[in-house]
Every structure is written in structure tokens, then in C-alpha cells.
């Protein structure tokens, strides 16, 4: 029976993921039998003042049966909310009788590519955006419409619908130009202590990633999956949502989600990840 | 597999605390329900299959696989949760096997218990333990 | 009818006479347990899928009863036999009364 489990897992032995350790395993994630995710690959030219030279997707360092989960679609509850989001999507809301789909029409062609480069700088707001900023534009400013709540479920479903259309896709958001000031201050905060552990991001996810932290796999932090399908609260989380949960772990206060600040950590942590693939919406514990 | 030092700890202290618990009431509520399932008759070993995480990352999802060639029915039960009942599949005559999986809720480290009822109306059981780690922040 | 509940059924769109297939399902809903208590220490009430049933062409493949140790956004993988051309059809009972459907079309030959 356990044969046949993992043979309905992946048909290719190759994809099936081997045994559980402290450190991250080598195991291969193919999606549906056809999407190879590139999840391991040497660390961008900027890293090389860090003590890492591979970065590694978070899948890395969980469990057989919660990297399963992200293998194959119907397995992977987060494609609940991508089909939500598809909804969404179609939905005519606001004063100007618009929905995304008025102007975008098929996200599988619109969308394309979009979350492997963003946050990025927007000339014309002359900012750096999010996807999430990018929707909650296109909200007031083409539709006439509430904003959604930055970290909403709303809005979680919508990057997710975003974030699928650039599976396998590499992650490769610009850091220099405009967007290398918000770049700066992003890595700043990286290696900032906080709160009342006195940890940076840097302390678990550069200096400890493969560690244990409690009866868990401390991994590099990476954002390449989001936004993420999590067992511990079996809902979608967005980046920001995950940004403020560790930094109120530190025992800080936490920045605002869609604040600058954070703004400027999702940039520099996405470029951290340039090279891995958009695996959004990705199963975690 | 090798434990760091701290993993041993957490997982002795998981043990430890399920030791505590108080077993014999929450054991005699499962071995009620195992009685109701089957009208009081005996339960046998063998020819149920239940494939559970050896360790769940997360108690609040943890996949589970239960099948028994020929069952009527399987009836799952979780022993250390305050409610013990899990699910209860029937297999109709379409069933192509008669095998679920699916993911539930463990209250912490435990047994899971799994019961079918055959064909010719007897029962056998197995169980396999699982072990529900306390989490650091999940990243 | 509980908030924003939305089924994910994968089933073959054809088959063989005969032949036994992998269905799998997922349904977005809370599964709230009934054990959980509010900021003001309320006891939540308890607010689930109960039953979950897959028959083909009018004939059962599975029923299953569900409990509040189900997770939440339910997921069932099983098998059936398909003996000919039809419908697959999936319902999802809420302890509120509502009936969520489904239906899979499969081809044989």
C-alpha cells in the first residue's frame, strides 16, 4: 500500500521525496508530473557577502508528506483559492463596471511572468510595487472599487490566481536603477535586530537555515512560494502576513503589511530568491 | 535519521506528556465506539491497512490512508482527541478498492485506530502511532 | 450556507468499461470542530461537513461520515469502478442544511 501511495504521488521514483533529516534533503519537485521547479540553484551575485552560495526553496525542509502535498494539484489545498480567485477575477465590482478580466481577459495569458519579477519599480507611480499595491490600483484607480485588505483572503486568493500562472517560471525581480534605494533599505532591515530576542531574518534564515528551531526546520526564508497554503492554519498566507508573524516572534512590534518597510524587505527577500521558480501557491506546516 | 539534541528533547517531552495523559478515560471512549461499530463482537488482527506520518509536522493537517480488501466499512478513530471519532467510510458497489485517504486533526502525539467491518460481518483492527511535534514557527 | 464553499473534483474524462479510477476531492470550508472557544471565552459552535457521498450513475461508490476531526478544506482520495458511461455525482452535507454538488461526466470507449 505504501508502494502504491508513493507511486500515486509520482510516477517517476526521481520525484519521490527521500527520508527526513535536520538538513535539507535533495529530493525533486515536479508538479503534476510535468512542471520541474527548479528548488536548488548557486545564490545570486549580490549574496556573495553571506555565508550562503545555493539557495534553497523552502520545500526543502519539510516533511515527506508535506512536500507531497505540493506535488500534485488536487493534493494541494491552495489550488482551492487559486479556482476562488478565478472567481474573483471575472467578478464586476466598482463604480465603472469593470472586473480584472475587462482588461487582463485570460490571467493565463496576462498574467504570465508577473510574479516572477515583482515587487518592482512602477515609472509612473515612481514607487516600488507589490502585486498586491499593482491590484489595489487597479481596484480604485480601473474599477472603481474597495481596496482589498492587504493580507485578506481576498486578496491572498487573488495573488495566488496571480502567482500560478508563473509556476516553474524563475524568480528575477530588478534591483537596480530606481528600485536599488528600496532595495538597500530592504537588506537593512534583513540584518536589523529586533524586538525583545534581539533576531534579524538574518539570524534564523542565513546564519541557522537547516537547523532546528523547536521541533522545526529553520529554511532560508525564501518567498519564491508564496503566497503560501500552510497545515498550521490551513488557509492561504501572504508574504507580509509571514513577515509580520516573524518579526512578532522576535517579540517586536511589527511593521504594517503594505507598509514601506515592508515593502522594501519583499524586495530585497524576493531577490534573494532570484533563480529559484515561482512556486506560488506552495503547501508549508 | 539522526536527532539533534533539542529534536531528542522535544520528542522525549512529547512522549512524557502523553504518558500523563489521562489514558484510561479517553481509551474506554474509543473502545466504546469500537464496541457500537461492532455490536460487541470480537475483533480481529490483520487485513486493515492505515498508513499515517510516522511524525506529523502539523496537527491540524495530518494525511492519513486506511484499506482493507473486501471491507463494508472503515472507521477511523483518533484515541487522544477529546472527541475520539475521526471518520466512518462505506464502500459502495462501485468502489474500485476499498481505500481512502484523507487529513485530519490530531490533538497531539497518539494512536490512531482503524476498524473494518468485512463482508461476511467481522471485524479487525489496527492502529499506528503518531507523533505530533510542537512547532517552532513553521519556516 | 457556510461562506465561500467551493469544491475540486479530479476524475478521468474517459475510461474503459470497467475500469478503476482515481477521484479526488477538496471542498474549501472551516470544518469548525465545536471545541474551540472565542477572544470571550465562548464556546464557537460546531459547524462542519458531516456526510460526504460519491455515486456514479445513481450507484454508491463511497459515503463517508465525517467529524470534526476532519480538516479543514476536506480531502478524499478513493477509487471506483466506471461499468459504463455517465455522471459521477459528489455532495457535500453542512451541518446547516446546505447540499454542495458536484457532477464529473466519463466517457467510456
Redesign the interface.
Known amino acids: 500500500m505504501r508502494m502504491q501511495a508513493k507511486a500515486a504521488i509520482a510516477a517517476a521514483l526521481i520525484a519521490a521525496p527521500g527520508l527526513a533529516s535536520a538538513d535539507p534533503d535533495d529530493d525533486t519537485l515536479i508538479v503534476n508530473g510535468e512542471i520541474e521547479m527548479t528548488t536548488k540553484t548557486s545564490a545570486p551575485e549580490h549574496m556573495s557577502d553571506t555565508y550562503i552560495d545555493t539557495i534553497m526553496s523552502g520545500w526543502h525542509f519539510r516533511s515527506d508528506e508535506t512536500q507531497a502535498l505540493q506535488m500534485d494539484d488536487f493534493d494541494n489545498s491552495g489550488m482551492i483559492f487559486v479556482d476562488t480567485g478565478r472567481a474573483q477575477w471575472e467578478q464586476v465590482e466598482g463604480s465603472e463596471g469593470n472586473s480584472c478580466a475587462s482588461c487582463h481577459e485570460d490571467p493565463a495569458d496576462s498574467m504570465k511572468g508577473v510574479r516572477a519579477t515583482y515587487p518592482k519599480w512602477d515609472p509612473e507611480a515612481e514607487e516600488v510595487q507589490t502585486v498586491a499595491m499593482q491590484i489595489n490600483d487597479c481596484r480604485t484607480e480601473n474599477m472603481g472599487a474597495e481596496p482589498y485588505g492587504y493580507t485578506s483572503t481576498e486578496m491572498a486568493n487573488m495573488e495566488a490566481l496571480i502567482a500560478v500562472q508563473s509556476r516553474g517560471m524563475p524568480v528575477d525581480v530588478k534591483i537596480d536603477g530606481p528600485a536599488r534605494e528600496m532595495w538597500e533599505k530592504g537588506k537593512d532591515l534583513y540584518y536589523t535586530r529586533t524586538g525583545q530576542l534581539e533576531l534579524s531574518c538574518a539570524n534564523c534564515h542565513e546564519d541557522n537555515y537547516g537547523n532546528m528551531i523547536r521541533a522545526d526546520h529553520l529554511s532560508q526564508g525564501q518567498i519564491n512560494g508564496f503566497p503560501t497554503y500552510r497545515l498550521k492554519n490551513a488557509k492561504l498566507n501572504t508574504v507580509h502576513a509571514r513577515f509580520k508573524g516573524c518579526v512578532r516572534d522576535t517579540r517586536a512590534e511589527t511593521y504594517k503589511p503594505g507598509s514601506d518597510a515592508f515593502v522594501a524587505l519583499e524586495l530585497y527577500v524576493a531577490s534573494r530568491g532570484n533563480g529559484l521558480s515561482v512556486e506560488g501557491p506552495s503547501v508549508r506546516n | 535519521m539522526n536527532f539533534t539534541r533539542r529534536e531528542t528533547m522535544v520528542i522525549g517531552a512529547a512522549a512524557a506528556a502523553a504518558a500523563t495523559l489521562p489514558m484510561p478515560a479517553l481509551a474506554s471512549k474509543t473502545e466504546d465506539l469500537i464496541a457500537e461499530f461492532t455490536g460487541g463482537a470480537e475483533v480481529g488482527e490483520g487485513g486493515v491497512m492505515l498508513d499515517a506520518p510516522e511524525i506529523a509536522e502539523n496537527g491540524n493537517t495530518v494525511p492519513i490512508e486506511v484499506s482493507a480488501e473486501g471491507a463494508e466499512a472503515i472507521m477511523v478513530l483518533a484515541a487522544g482527541n477529546p472527541e475520539p471519532p475521526v471518520a466512518t467510510f462505506r464502500f459502495g458497489p462501485l468502489a474500485g478498492a476499498h481505500r481512502a485517504k484523507t487529513r485530519i486533526r490530531l490533538a497531539g502525539t497518539q494512536d490512531v485506530v482503524a476498524v473494518a467491518r468485512m463482508a461476511d460481518g467481522s471485524f479487525t483492527k489496527t492502529s499506528k502511532t503518531v507523533k505530533v511535534t510542537i512547532g517552532g514557527c513553521g519556516g | 450556507m457556510a461562506k465561500?464553499v467551493?469544491p475540486?473534483v479530479?476524475a478521468p474524462r474517459s475510461a474503459e468499461a470497467g475500469e478503476?479510477?482515481?477521484i479526488?476531492t477538496?471542498?474549501?470550508h472551516k470544518m469548525e470542530?465545536g471545541?474551540r472557544k472565542d477572544s470571550d471565552g465562548n464556546i464557537i459552535p460546531r459547524s462542519i461537513i458531516h456526510r460526504f457521498v460519491c455515486?456514479?450513475n445513481g450507484?454508491?461508490?463511497?459515503?463517508?461520515?465525517?467529524?470534526?476531526?476532519?480538516?479543514?478544506?476536506?480531502?478524499?482520495?478513493?477509487?471506483?469502478?466506471i461499468?459504463e458511461s455517465g455522471d459521477f455525482q459528489f455532495t457535500w452535507h453542512d451541518d446547516d442544511g446546505s447540499v454542495y454538488e458536484e457532477t464529473k461526466t466519463v466517457k467510456v470507449g
Open positions: 465561500n467551493r475540486r479530479k478503476v479510477v482515481v479526488k477538496l471542498i474549501s470542530s471545541q455515486d456514479f450507484e454508491n461508490v463511497i459515503d463517508v461520515k465525517m467529524e470534526p476531526a476532519i480538516s479543514t478544506n476536506p480531502y478524499f482520495e478513493f477509487e471506483a469502478t461499468p
